[in-house]
């Protein structure tokens, strides 16, 4: 409603009560709010699964059977979501 081009004393009412609303009710935000160490915690877990998907991925035989192929698709999907997460 902000963005309207004009207003009228109705429209500047509604903002106001919702705004009003805002404030009363914005701590039910509170509760998804992360702090330094989650953040902190987040990237190490992310770096560590990052070095195990690596380690997995050096250890795989050069010769691969169907199996290894799907696996290894799976592998490369999951890189994939990780890397468009960050």
Known sequence: MAQYRSHTLETVSYIE???????????????????????????RQDQELR????NQHAKEVRHKTAAKYRQQADWDRLKGLISRRI
């Open 17 to 43: 009560r919702y705004l009003t609303t805002f404030h009363w009710t914005k701590d039910v935000f509170l509760e998804f709010h992360t702090s330094k160490a989650t953040r902190t915690e987040a990237s």
């Open 51 to 54: 070095e195990l998907m690596a």
